[in-house]
C-alpha cells in the first residue's frame, strides 16, 4: 500500500494568515492526489483534486500543489469557517489511501 | 441535486449483525462506482473499498478483505456495507462516497459526492 504523511498533525493561525500543510507520499504518484476538508460530525469535502485543481465551489484562497511524492495544500488568507481536519488521498493506486489528517484551530 | 443519502445511526453488541446502506440521486447510479470510507474516532479516514452497481464488481482494501462485504441493489439506486459479526473496534462512523468529479467512470476519480455517514456504535 501507498502511505501517506501529512505535517503538521495540528496547527493553530489567526485570521489572514497564509497556511501551508504538507502531505509526502511513500513512492511517486504523479499528481494523482487529493485534498479533504472536514468538519466535526459533517463529510468530508473535496477540495483539491489532481494535486492542484479547485474543485467547483471552493474559494479560490484555497491552492494545491506538488508532484511525485511532495504535495502542499495552501490557504492563503485563513477565515474562520476554514477551521476544520484537512487530509490528503492518493488516487493512483488500489488500495486508495489518506493522510492521517492536519487540525486546523483558528487562533 | 445529486445525493448520496445514508441509513441511520446503530447501536449493536458485539457478534451482532448489520447492514447499513447508501441511496444514490439526482444520477444514474449504474454509471458510478461507490466507495466506502470509515472513519474511527481521533483516526484518518480509510478506504475499504468499492462497487459498481451496474454489476456489483467489487474492490476490497486487503485491510477489510472477509471482514466486511459491499453490495448493491441497482434497481432502487442503493449500495449497502455489512458486517457478519461486529466488534467493538468495528465502532465508528462509515460514509459512502461517489468517484465522479470527471464523470470518467472510474474508480480512481476523485470523491466527489459523500454521504452524510452512518455512526456505528458497537458496546456489550
Known amino acids: 500500500d501507498i502511505q501517506m504523511t501529512q505535517s503538521p498533525s495540528s496547527l493553530a493561525a489567526s485570521v489572514g494568515d497564509r497556511v501551508t500543510i504538507t502531505c509526502q507520499a511513500s513512492?511517486?504518484?504523479?499528481?494523482?492526489l487529493n485534498w479533504f476538508q472536514q468538519k466535526p460530525g459533517k463529510a468530508p469535502m473535496l477540495l483539491i483534486y489532481?494535486?492542484?485543481q479547485l474543485q467547483t465551489g471552493v474559494p479560490p484562497r484555497f491552492s494545491g500543489s506538488g508532484s511525485g511524492t511532495h504535495f502542499t495544500l495552501t490557504i492563503s488568507s485563513l477565515q474562520p469557517e476554514d477551521a476544520a481536519t484537512y487530509s490528503c488521498?492518493?488516487?493512483?493506486?488500489?488500495?486508495?489511501?489518506f493522510g492521517p489528517g492536519t487540525l486546523l484551530h483558528i487562533k | 441535486e445529486v445525493r448520496l443519502v445514508q441509513s441511520g445511526a446503530e447501536v449493536k453488541k458485539p457478534g451482532e449483525s448489520l447492514k447499513i446502506s447508501c441511496q444514490g440521486s439526482?444520477?444514474?447510479?449504474?454509471?458510478?462506482?461507490v466507495a466506502w470510507v470509515r472513519h474511527l474516532p481521533g483516526k484518518g479516514l480509510e478506504w475499504m473499498g468499492i462497487?459498481?452497481?451496474?454489476?456489483?464488481?467489487?474492490r476490497y482494501n486487503p485491510s477489510f478483505k472477509g471482514q466486511v462485504t459491499l453490495s448493491a441493489d441497482k434497481t432502487i439506486s442503493a449500495a449497502y456495507l455489512q458486517w457478519s459479526s461486529l466488534q467493538v473496534s468495528d465502532a465508528g462512523t462509515y460514509y459512502c462516497?461517489?468517484?465522479?468529479?470527471?464523470?470518467?467512470?472510474?474508480?480512481?476519480?476523485?470523491?466527489?459526492?459523500w454521504g452524510q455517514g452512518t455512526m456505528v456504535t458497537v458496546s456489550s
Open positions: 462516497a461517489r468517484p465522479g468529479r470527471s464523470g470518467s467512470g472510474s474508480y480512481y476519480d476523485a470523491l466527489d459526492i
Open positions: 439526482g444520477y444514474t447510479f449504474t454509471d458510478f462506482w
Open positions: 462497487i459498481y452497481p451496474d454489476d456489483s464488481d467489487t
Open positions: 513512492q511517486d504518484i504523479s499528481t494523482a
Open positions: 489532481d494535486a492542484s
Open positions: 488521498q492518493q488516487s493512483d493506486l488500489l488500495p486508495l489511501t
